[in-house]
Every structure is written in C-alpha cells, then in structure tokens.
C-alpha cells in the first residue's frame, strides 16, 4: 500500500492518520502544534517536523495529505515546494477552488487532487479526533487530469471506512457554502441572540436552541477561516437566506400566514431524510476520467475500487 | 391527590397525562383526535369527549390542563366556560399573553394559571410522547393572583420529573422567540436554502447542517402556529437576528474579517452550556406571590414544594 504522510493533525488529519493507520497503510504525520504532537506520539504514531515528513514521503512516494488550517496552507505548499516538490498531494480543507489556486501558485509542479472529508465536530485537535470519525462519511474527491492520484486519494477515503465522492472545486464551494458554512452563520447568529438577554430565556432553552446553536462552540477562528474563505460563494447563498427570512419578517409583521416558509423548510428537511434513507442504483464501470466527471453531475457516491473499476452508488 | 384532567393528548399532553398517572394522579383525559384517543386507550388511560371530560374535572375539582394546538384553545375554553366555569385551569401552550387574554375572553371565571414546558420534538401526537420527556424540564409556571392554582401546577411539574420556572406571562413570550421560535425560523430557512439546489448539496451535508435542520421536521402547521401567535415578540428578534447577519453579509462581501459575529456566537454558546452545568445557589423560603415575583425576576427554578415552603435553584 502507498504510504501517507499527514500534515497537521488536528481533529480531521488526526483521525485521517489514525484511520489509515488501522487499515494497514503506513502512515506518519507532522504538526505545527506541541500538544498535537506529543499526543499523537503517546499514542504511538510517528510524527516528524513539517520538512523531515515531506522529505521522508518524498523518498517513499508517499501521498502527502495537508490537514493543515486555511491560513497556513500557503506556508505548507512551499515546504511541499521545497521538500517533495512533484509528491502526490491532497487535502482536507473546507474550500477546494481557492487551495488549486494555492497548489498552482506555491507548489505548481505537485500531483493534486483536492479532498473533503464532510465530518466534523464542535471540537477540534488531536484529543478530539478517532480513527472512526470518518466513517460513512462522503469524502469529496475533486475529478482532475492525475486519475492515478484520484485513486489514491479515493483509496485512502474507502480505507478510512468513507465514501468518496467526485465533485468539481467551484461545484463543492458552492455546496459547503449552503450545506456547512450557512449553517455555521445562522448557528452564530441565533447563539447570540439567544444570549443577548441575559439568562432567563436561556433557561427555557430546550432542543430547537441546543441543536441549532450546537456549532457555534468551534473555535471562532475556524469558523472564520472556513467562511472568510469561502466569501465568494457565501454571499449569494446568505443573500437568498437573507431574503427568505425578510419575507418572514414582513408575513409576521403584517399578522400573515408563514404558510411558504413553513411549507419550504418542511420539504427541505424531507429531502435531506429520504436521500439518507435512499438506496440508490448502483453503477459499476471503468475508472476514467469520463466516468468522474459523469459520477459528479449525478451526485453519485464511489463505495469500492477494485483495479481500474469504480462501484458507485447515485441518488434516487 | 388532585385528580388531572388534560384535554388534548398529542405529544405533550399525551406526556402530560402519562407522567401524571406514573406518579399516582389520578388522571383522565379527552381529545378530538380519533388516533390520538384510541392509542391512549389501548394503553389503559381513560379517554372521554371534552364535555364528559369536563364535567367529570367539575365534579372532582381537578386541574383541567389545555394541551391543545393554539388555535384550538378559543373553542375549548368555551366548553370550560359551559361544562366547568369556575375550574382550576392550566395550559401548555408555546404562549402565554395571548391565552391568558383568551381566557378572560372565554372563560373569565376560571381560575388559571399558565404553564409552558419547555419540550419538544420533531414528531408529535400521542405516539411521540412519553412518561419521560417532561423530566428535567423547565416547566414555566407564570405567577398570578392565585396561590393556591400556582401550586396545583408547579406540583403537577414537578411530579412530571419537571422543575417550575416562575415567569412573566410577557417575558415569557420574548424568551420564547428568542430561544424557541426564532430557532424554528432559522432552522426552516436553512432547510429551505440548503435543498434548493437538487441533492448534490444535500450529499454534502454532515452534522451542522443536520443539527440546524432538525426542527424544520416539525409539521408546518405547529411551526405556523407557534410563529404565528407570537409575531409581536418574535418580530423584534427577527430584526436583531437579520441585522447580525445583514452584518456578517457586509464583512463576507467586502472580504473583511467575521470577528464579531463568530465571537458573539462563540460566547452566546457558552453562555448556555456555562448555565447547563451551573449548579447555582438554593434557597428555601415560604411560598407568597412576592417570593414568585423574585424568582421569575432573578430566573429561579423551583426543584421542590413542601406544605408552603418552597425550595428552588438560582442561576450561577
């Protein structure tokens, strides 16, 4: 099996070198932070400084995994581009169009595939990872000219017990902005409405308000990285957000009916349940780049590589 | 034992009369839903026609408890006002200034006191509650002339597993908007963005967009309803909430940096889990309107009631 060297080993990078690690996939890692660090090494795992893990993966031809924060991408390509400097490469971060442009300005000659594994807690850090987290998770693997490194970085994903699923960067920006990174605004919003009266209408607070407000515990900073980030596509996804809750804020205003936006959230919710609970066709063909670029406009989800053959599962 | 009429038995007054009669009340109930009554049935409780039901609460001088959907509750209290005028009277309805203002409308002579517990799901009628959802409840009990009522409902709470939470009819509502309605709205609009686009954005979704949504799973008509009757008080706070995010919308757009909002949001959830672990002084003191009016102001919650002496918990 191909080696992996994680680079950073927060909440995702720790269980993603965890995971591998329990599949049998040689794995090492290296982190910027001490606590990080040394709480992986108790745990037994090999971790190096930033440049000994990418010269090591370089030696080895190691698929390289940043598992770094947004703002310290930059910094990581370069030492990509210094140590290993045409490694194959993915990552985990929360944005894919803006972390290609990063690979193609600091590490241009590196073999990427943008990656996105779609868990994630309120927690952060090593201590806050496992080697199950990622577990039936969908893993967006972005289609690219470098198949054989898409299949490496799907491998990983099926390895760690995830699913990997094809979608283009500008597609999977646009999508985190309404499925992760809306979400994580209007969980900050309504935490902070919620508390800007003191303590008594936090005492009636019951299930609405603690699973609504249940990700504005992040760190504020990761929420930041992953919307700041993410502005471009964002602003037009709050802006309909923003449009829908006026319109409420006018039907209450004038003591009318909130028929639309009871009915709208209503579907909205049974479509997220029914494509949980759907089976889907499954389609088994020929790793080609026709077959990602077809799987990504389906929506549908690899569940097994065996040789040059993809098993895929579509939505209903 | 006071004996406990509850009319209506979906989820919570289906919770409700369960709880009551695991903890000895003798109590009965009576509903216009067919399912409803006869799933209460073929558990053994004794389900009679409202005017039956009341009749029977008139001849016993039990607590009559509205657990109707709000727009029920003008037709029921005329049937109290008919079958039982002068009734000991609780609801637990998602507002209270507006029932208190349909009961002195409808019933003027019935001696009320409104109730709210603060529960709830997703799912609702009969089938969805249970002897166990009211306990470790807030139940708000609002203070009103009459003692003696007060205590017949903070007992009732209590015997539910609840705790009795002395507030302000008006308070009460603007809390409720805060944490309970304008999570429902936030929730349905997040729903309704989020599976605008066909499924590729919904295989993305993971746990925020999960938790943010669940409540949009409510039937559309009980979020109407609650919304809906309380717009005076959720309006204001839809205006704080759409001023916050018109905000954040302005920083993403002119990409500057979301400090404040992820801040306010970081602290606004802490706030709630700080007043979850709190376990806050306790006193014990007599129970008098003034020791209620205290209480309601300082967010107190009553954990016990024994003969007139009244034991509670006061936040941190």
Known sequence: MRPLCV?????????????????????????????DASAARSEGFQVHSVTEALHEARTRDALVCLAVPLPAVDEVLRAVAAAAPVARLTDVASVKASVRSAVARHAPHARYIGGHPMVGT??????????????????????????????????????????????????HDAAVARVSHLPHLLAAVLAAVGAADGPLPLQLAAGSFNDGTRVAGTRPELVRAMCEGNAEALVPVLDTALEQLHAARETLASRDELETLAEAGHRGRRALQRLRSGHGAELTTELTAATLTGLAQRGGVVTRLDGDTVTARLPD
Do not use: K, Y
Request: with cysteine; proline share 4%.
């Open 122 to 171: 309120a927690e952060s850090g090593w201590r806050a990872g496992s080697a199950t987290l990622l577990g039936g998770a969908n893993w967006v693997v972005c289609p690219g000219d470098d198949l054989e490194v898409w299949r490496d970085v799907a491998e990983l994903a099926l390895q760690c017990g995830a699913r990997a699923l094809p979608m283009d960067a500008e597609r």
């Open 7 to 35: 680079i950073g080993l927060g909440l995702i990078g720790g269980s993603v070198l965890r995971a591998a690690a329990a599949a049998g996939i040689p794995a090492f890692g290296a982190t910027a932070s001490q606590a």
